[in-house]
């Protein structure tokens, strides 16, 4: 069975940062791309960016509105993808997902909240 | 960046009844296009890619359609269950977009 489960969330200030990790099983994580997907309180979804495979060397790819603030990395021995977040706004308060790349996205953890206020 | 317009935003439906929810896209994406369900509290899930092709375990009460820059999700014989907001997503090009989401109450 595919799962993957997010962790990291929490409440942190303006400016500050905050690492998101995934955790997955089920499937080849070294095989897959995989996203990260966000979700303001009461608002539609929004991509934020993707890890490729390692077939594609982990190359990544942003949403213009997280670019330079945000890296997405994995770890391939722990099965873990990750979500560095600098430089918090609060517009980037949303809860955040994983998803896998596959055939859009197929498999989507549970989410994790992350707020950014004062 | 591709915009993803869906209609209507909101729609009521009784049990038993079959809707259907409309995707244009700003431009020309192809079949790359997938729809997904999600209930409040919950994440998305992901029911339909490439357009048509229903995702493992997904009922058959689910159909899509369409191609280039228009795009439709018919669910059928509703149950209490399918009542949710649906987005459709293109993957054509980076960034990724959404629709804004079609909520679907009881009516």
């Known amino acids: 069975e595919v799962q993957l489960v997010e962790s990291g969330g929490g409440l942190v200030q303006p400016g500050g940062s905050l690492r998101l990790s995934c955790a997955v099983s089920?499937?080849?994580?070294?095989?897959?791309?995989m996203d990260w997907v966000r979700q303001a309180p009461g608002k539609g979804l929004e991509w934020v960016g993707r890890?490729?495979?390692?077939?594609?060397?982990?190359?990544?790819q942003y949403a213009a509105s997280v670019q330079g603030r945000f890296t997405i990395s994995r770890d391939d021995s722990k099965n873990s993808l990750y979500l560095q977040m600098n430089s918090l706004k609060t517009e980037d308060t949303a809860v955040y997902y994983c998803?896998?790349?596959?055939?859009?996205?197929?498999?989507w953890g549970q989410g994790t909240l992350v707020t950014v206020s004062s | 960046d591709i915009q993803m317009t869906q209609s209507p935003s909101s729609l009521s439906a009784s049990v038993g009844d079959r809707v259907t929810i409309t995707c244009r896209a700003s431009?020309?994406?192809?079949?790359?296009l997938a729809w997904f369900q999600q209930k409040p509290g919950k994440a998305p899930k992901s029911l339909i890619y490439?357009?048509?092709i229903l995702q493992s375990g997904v009922p058959s009460k689910f159909s899509g359609s369409g191609s280039g820059t228009d795009f439709t999700l018919t669910i059928s014989s509703l149950q209490p269950e399918d009542f949710a907001t649906y987005y459709c997503?293109?993957?054509?090009?980076?960034?990724?977009?959404f629709g804004q989401g079609t909520k679907l109450e009881i009516k």
């Open positions: 490439a357009a048509s």
């Open positions: 997503q293109q993957y054509k090009s980076y960034p990724y977009t």
């Open positions: 089920g499937f080849t994580f070294s095989d897959h791309y």
């Open positions: 431009h020309d994406i192809s079949n790359n």
């Open positions: 998803a896998r790349g596959h055939n859009s996205f197929d498999n």
């Open positions: 890890s490729r495979n390692k077939a594609n060397s982990y190359t990544t």
